[in-house]
Nanobody, 123 residues
């Protein structure tokens, strides 16, 4: 069984930075991702990491960076130049099997999810 736990959310102002952390316990996994859900909206893909390959949503490219520390079983999302439209609950997700270029942005592709952490960006 795999457990994911996010932390690092909070209330910040436009232009600020935050770093989200996700601690993973359990079996080895092939890919990790961050999704987010704003009030009244569906889940939105944010970023993914498969081995050394990173994928980003266009809306965060150049501002967000996904990374991992295998020694600590942690995945990070560094978020810079935050905007009010980045306000959402951010979820860490993990996949057991290979995630491809076609499926990397699909919520259904990921098998495990954390409980989410709230990020609020004030204008």
């Amino acid at each position: 069984q795999v457990q994911l736990s996010e932390s690092g959310g909070g209330l910040v102002q436009t232009g600020d930075s935050l770093r989200l952390s996700c601690t993973a316990s359990g079996r080895s996994l092939s890919g990790y991702a961050w999704f987010r859900q704003a009030p009244g909206h569906d889940y939105e893909f944010v970023a993914a990491l498969r081995g050394s390959v990173t994928t980003y949503a266009e809306s965060v490219k150049g501002r967000f960076t996904i990374s991992r520390d295998d020694t600590k079983n942690m995945i990070f999302l560094q978020m810079n130049i935050l905007r009010p439209e980045d306000t959402a609950v951010y979820y860490c997700a993990a996949a057991i099997y290979e995630v491809t270029d076609i499926t990397v942005r699909l919520r259904s592709r990921y098998d495990y999810w954390g409980q989410g952490t709230q990020v609020t960006v004030s204008s």
